[in-house]
């Protein structure tokens, strides 16, 4: 006997996502972004997961892994406080703020080294605001949760999600 579950907002959104990542575009991020856009705001889209915190750092959590390797997508958990190193992407990414609130501060060209960093921009990430990128070493970026409760955010990454350790993060500083 075949037994199904009812079709959730999450699966909606995996499916949409899906399509933005498949077009032929030369900004797929941007199409990824837009897509996150009008999901992560909807009450109860990630009801279905279990979304543990780590005290000592920022915590991913596989949603879902495009059978065909082509992207990937996860739920990150930030507890107060945690923040994201330096970095830049070696793929093209999206992400959606999905509860709380993010900082994305953007970094220019200054050296290999944390204190080198030149702090470019800041932008508040509220719920549903997104940000995406692509493969650039010179895109560099940090995330935080500098407020007072717990955040969450979806990202989208155009690599397996077993790739994610090497794959994702040109990591420039702590």
Known sequence: M??????TKLD??????????DAALPDRAAAVADTLARFAMLPGLLASCTL??????YTRHKL????????????LVWEPGQ???????????????????????????GGSRESDMEQQAV?????GDTSHGS???RSMHRLANLSCSIAVSIHVYGVPYEAFGEGVNLVYGG
């Open 2 to 7: 075949l037994i199904t579950r009812p079709r």
């Open 12 to 21: 909606a959104m995996l499916e949409q996502v899906s399509v933005a990542a």
């Open 52 to 57: 543990t915190p780590d005290p000592l750092r």
């Open 64 to 75: 879902f892994s495009d059978p065909r390797g082509r992207f990937a997508v996860a739920a």
């Open 83 to 109: 923040m994201s190193p330096i970095h830049a992407h070696r793929t093209w990414c999206a992400l959606a703020v999905q509860q709380g609130v993010l900082t994305e501060t953007f970094y220019g060209e």
């Open 123 to 127: 932008a508040l990430r509220l719920l």
């Open 135 to 137: 493969a650039d070493p």
